[in-house]
């Protein structure tokens, strides 16, 4: 059973950067994918960038691609989103996620696990 714990949300203006972080514990963190998905007050959950269980492959929604950079610590059990160029539409609660059988990483389906997520609030 993997525990995954989010941090580093918090309200900041548009154009700036936040940095989210998700500790891993209770699990073999370099057998996972892991992922951030964000989901916004009425809206369904949406995918926002994954990353395989050695870095070597990331996806990004094509909402955040260029602005959004996702790494990951195995030595540390931490996986990071580090935010910039902040929009308010990016306002969401921010969750992670990790699978052991990471399949491209977009769907919520793939994952097990999650986090109770972060909330980040960008204002105009």
């Known amino acids: 059973q993997v525990q995954l714990d989010e941090s580093g949300g918090g309200f900041v203006q548009a154009g700036g950067s936040l940095r989210l972080s998700c500790a891993a514990s209770g699990g073999t963190f370099r057998n996972y994918g892991m992922a951030w998905f964000r989901q916004a007050p009425g809206k369904e959950r949406e995918f926002v960038a994954t990353?395989?269980?050695?870095?070597?492959?990331?996806h990004y929604a094509d909402s955040v691609k260029g602005r959004f950079t996702i790494s990951r610590d195995n030595a540390k059990n931490m996986v990071y989103l580090q935010m910039n160029s902040l929009k308010p539409e990016d306002t969401a609660v921010y969750l992670c996620?990790?699978?052991?059988?990471?399949?491209?990483?977009?769907?919520?389906?793939?994952?097990?696990?999650w986090g109770q997520g972060t909330q980040v609030t960008v204002s105009s």
């Open positions: 996620a990790a699978t052991p059988r990471w399949l491209g990483g977009r769907f919520e389906n793939e994952y097990d696990y």
């Open positions: 990353i395989t269980w050695n870095g070597g492959n990331t």
